[in-house]
């Protein structure tokens, strides 16, 4: 099914954003039975709405089929999990919580960022689509529930007193296909002068720096603060404060409150990424459709680096068996050809293989035995941890490379 009109506002969908062709979903590993069998892949494509300015991918795969089992946990990326650390105690300083409030975490994963609150005795509630990672984090004592949220999930959290003095959604504004039910239920699960916090990678810097590998099935959106404010005042929300972060190759911390209240002050970060879109030219179709042609260069730089590499009888590996290494790979057709594997630190991935390029999963430990000549980092907006982390690449020889927005070899 194709999404020919917005999935906000309903106008038709006529401009075209990015067209990276038809892929295998970025976070279905394969096991060594489902090497034999037909892979399914759908068009991955994204278009903008010239009513409201959301950018949005058109094909539709149901979100059961993504989230119900999940391969990602939060917790194996250590800077993603002291970013969370830090973000809860502001969260404590700046809005008083305290033993009293209720903080509620949508799509809180493993339990990675409420196991804080935890420890400093704020009571928490997680709610996790997937029961194998919701099961992960009961284990580390974090009250989770296994279901999708939206307006319906809101309205049985309030009426058994679960409103929420602040509810949290990381990265997971971009993962649902009815924004209008999603953000519906985030409004729906405040208290009065409760607080809404989202994080988001920002379109703005994944349009600077080339980042079309942020764009997969899973990620129904591409969000700038300029669609994200319409569809929250929609559903009764005005943002207050925005704040800028380094994370997934920039991130917008959007903090929003309820239109009645007052309790909230409004913040400097908010006019100035507002007057940042405005200049990049967000509020004109042509600012979208030029990105398309921005992405060949980088696919033709890592074909003639990995290409180069074979002729000259180098070793290559990949390390993190990461969804937006999946997009690059699969878009530059990329397999066992040029990359002999790929290391990932999560145990649930090692033993499978990626979707589509079909590499193998191994534990980092691999490189030791194969001493690769070159490692290409596929998340790259973790490669310097990787490569702070894994000095013995140097000291056999080994560098270090990533594709976007350039390539560039490292070391």
Same mark, same amino acid.
């Given at each position: 099914?194709?999404a020919?009109?917005?999935?906000?506002?309903?106008?038709?969908?006529?401009?075209?954003?990015?067209?990276?062709?038809s892929?295998?979903?970025?976070n279905?590993?394969?096991?060594?039975?489902?090497?034999?069998q037909?892979?399914?892949?759908?068009?991955?494509?994204?278009?903008?709405?010239?009513?409201c300015?959301?950018?949005?991918?058109?094909?539709f795969v149901?979100?059961?089929?993504?989230?119900?089992?999940y391969?990602y946990?939060?917790?194996?990326?250590?800077?993603?999990?002291?970013?969370?650390?830090?973000?809860?105690?502001?969260?404590?300083?700046?809005?008083?919580?305290?033993?009293k409030?209720?903080?509620?975490?949508?799509?809180?994963?493993?339990?990675?960022?409420?196991?804080?609150?935890?420890?400093?005795?704020?009571?928490?509630?997680?709610?996790?689509?997937?029961e194998?990672?919701?099961?992960?984090?009961?284990?580390?004592?974090?009250?989770?529930?296994?279901r999708?949220?939206?307006?319906?999930?809101?309205?049985d959290l309030?009426?058994?007193?679960l409103?929420?003095?602040?509810v949290?959604?990381?990265?997971?504004?971009?993962?649902?296909?009815?924004?209008?039910?999603?953000?519906?239920?985030?409004?729906?699960?405040?208290?009065?002068?409760?607080?809404?916090?989202?994080?988001?990678?920002?379109?703005?810097?994944?349009?600077e720096?080339?980042?079309?590998?942020?764009?997969?099935?899973?990620?129904?959106?591409?969000?700038?603060?300029?669609?994200?404010? $319409?569809a929250? %005042? /929609?559903? +009764?929300?005005?943002?207050?404060?925005?704040?800028? @972060?380094?994370?997934? !190759?920039?991130?917008?911390?959007?903090?929003?409150?309820?239109?009645?209240?007052?309790?909230h002050?409004?913040?400097?970060?908010?006019?100035?990424v507002?007057?940042?879109?405005?200049?990049?030219?967000?509020?004109?179709?042509?600012?979208?459709?030029a990105?398309?042609?921005?992405?060949?260069?980088?696919?033709?730089g890592?074909?003639a680096?990995?290409?180069?590499?074979?002729?000259?009888? $180098?070793?290559? %590996? /990949?390390? +993190?068996?990461?969804?937006?290494?999946?997009?690059? @790979?699969?878009?530059? !057709?990329i397999?066992?050809?040029?990359i002999?594997y790929?290391?990932?630190?999560?145990?649930?991935?090692?033993?499978?293989?990626?979707?589509?390029s079909?590499?193998?999963?191994y534990a980092?430990?691999?490189?030791?035995?194969?001493?690769?000549?070159?490692v290409?980092?596929?998340?790259?907006?973790?490669?310097?941890?990787?490569?702070?982390?894994?000095?013995?690449v140097?000291?056999?020889?080994?560098?270090? %490379?990533?594709?976007v927005?350039?390539?560039?070899?490292?070391?």
């Amino acid at each position: 099914m194709t999404a020919h009109n917005c999935r906000f506002c309903g106008a038709p969908l006529k401009h075209r954003f990015v067209d990276l062709g038809s892929t295998p979903l970025a976070n279905a590993y394969l096991t060594e039975e489902q090497l034999k069998q037909p892979e399914p892949s759908y068009p991955l494509r994204a278009f903008v709405c010239s009513d409201c300015w959301l950018v949005q991918a058109d094909a539709f795969v149901p979100p059961e089929d993504i989230f119900s089992h999940y391969a990602y946990f939060s917790s194996y990326s250590d800077s993603w999990v002291e970013h969370a650390r830090q973000f809860t105690i502001m969260a404590r300083t700046r809005f008083g919580l305290n033993e009293k409030s209720q903080v509620i975490e949508v799509a809180s994963n493993d339990g990675y960022l409420l196991k804080h609150f935890v420890e400093a005795g704020v009571p928490v509630l997680g709610i996790e689509p997937a029961e194998n990672v919701a099961e992960v984090a009961r284990q580390v004592g974090v009250p989770t529930e296994a279901r999708f949220f939206g307006k319906e999930t809101a309205a049985d959290l309030v009426s058994r007193g679960l409103a929420a003095d602040i509810v949290i959604g990381n990265n997971v504004l971009a993962h649902v296909p009815d924004i209008n039910d999603f953000v519906g239920g985030l409004s729906g699960v405040l208290k009065e002068d409760g607080v809404v916090s989202v994080e988001f990678p920002h379109l703005l810097r994944l349009m600077e720096n080339i980042q079309f590998d942020t764009v997969y099935h899973e990620h129904f959106y591409y969000l700038s603060l300029l669609a994200v404010e $319409k569809a929250f %005042a /929609a559903h +009764g929300l005005k943002v207050f404060d925005v704040e800028e @972060l380094p994370t997934h !190759g920039g991130s917008l911390r959007v903090l929003a409150c309820r239109t009645t209240s007052t309790a909230h002050p409004t913040g400097p970060g908010a006019a100035k990424v507002r007057a940042d879109e405005a200049a990049a030219g967000f509020d004109k179709v042509e600012t979208y459709e030029a990105f398309q042609s921005r992405v060949a260069p980088i696919k033709d730089g890592l074909l003639a680096f990995l290409n180069e590499a074979k002729r000259d009888g $180098k070793k290559v %590996a /990949a390390y +993190g068996a990461a969804a937006k290494g999946n997009t690059l @790979l699969n878009f530059c !057709g990329i397999g066992t050809n040029l990359i002999d594997y790929v290391v990932d630190r999560n145990p649930h991935k090692q033993g499978h293989f990626l979707p589509g390029s079909k590499l193998p999963i191994y534990a980092p430990e691999k490189m030791d035995e194969t001493k690769p000549d070159y490692v290409l980092i596929l998340p790259w907006n973790i490669k310097n941890e990787v490569v702070a982390a894994n000095g013995r690449v140097g000291a056999w020889g080994g560098r270090f %490379a990533v594709a976007v927005p350039e390539l560039t070899v490292i070391g």
